[in-house]
């Protein structure tokens, strides 16, 4: 499978607890990003990496958010403390760069905070 | 202000028929890209075409063809030929200016298909 990869694909947890996804994109796109999608909503920009510099955060990254791209090549999204506002689908998207016009998602990371 | 207006919470098609799914967007710049993107249930968003504000022609791929009107700023797409398997939330989305990477999403409409 040459898409998008993440995981876990499910996640419940309890309120207060930390939680940590991972989002592996396609080989050899260097622009990463990741978008929060509630029910009944189209997803909404989180925070965007261009190879490992993370050049964009939304307002919505609150400071219990964090990610990372280490490497330049998977990243991971932190949220500590975790709130049952943060219930959502966590999705993960690349592309090739700043010029494509097609960016791939990923199947999503469900999370559920009971 | 709601950058992507999706005014069709759901709708139904025959199998086989043709179905317009709206989508109308506001913005004051110049360079923007217009996306459709297909949510099955699985959850994975799936690219289906892409229209650019300097595309003077509408753009198509396979079934999917979009119908870009930049002065009433709408971008509808076409679905011909309705398939069991086109039944899922649709979403259009835009990119504004080069650079820009804060794409916005509209809050989708979820086609059913009927056999």
């Known amino acids: 499978d040459t898409g998008v990869s993440q995981d876990p694909r499910h996640k419940i947890t309890k309120r207060g607890q930390n939680v940590t996804f991972r989002c592996d994109p396609i080989?050899?796109?260097?622009?990463l990003y990741w978008y929060r999608q509630t029910l009944g909503q189209g997803p909404e920009f989180l925070t965007y990496?261009?190879?490992?510099?993370?050049?964009?955060k939304s307002r919505l990254l609150s400071d219990r958010f964090s990610a990372e791209r280490p490497k330049g090549s998977f990243s991971t999204l932190e949220i500590q403390r975790t709130e049952q506002g943060d219930s959502a689908m966590y999705l993960c998207?690349?592309?090739?760069?700043?010029?494509?016009?097609?960016?791939?998602f990923g199947e999503g990371s469900w999370l559920t905070v009971v | 202000a709601q950058k992507i207006t999706q005014t069709q919470p759901g709708m139904f098609v025959q199998e086989k028929e043709a179905v317009t799914l709206d989508c109308t967007y506001d913005t004051s710049d110049q360079s923007y890209g217009l996306f459709w993107y297909k949510q099955p249930s699985s959850g994975e968003m799936i690219f289906l075409i892409y229209q650019g504000s300097y595309d003077e022609q509408n753009a198509t791929e396979g079934r999917y063809s979009l119908n870009f009107q930049k002065a009433r700023k709408s971008a509808n797409l076409v679905i011909s030929a309705s398939q069991l398997g086109d039944s899922a939330m649709y979403f259009c989305a835009m990119r504004e200016g080069l650079g820009n990477n804060d794409m916005r999403f509209g809050a989708g409409t979820r086609l059913t298909v009927k056999p």
């Open positions: 080989s050899e796109h260097n622009r």
């Open positions: 998207a690349s592309s090739l760069n700043l010029a494509a016009n097609t960016i791939y």
């Open positions: 990496f261009q190879n490992e510099a993370q050049l964009e």
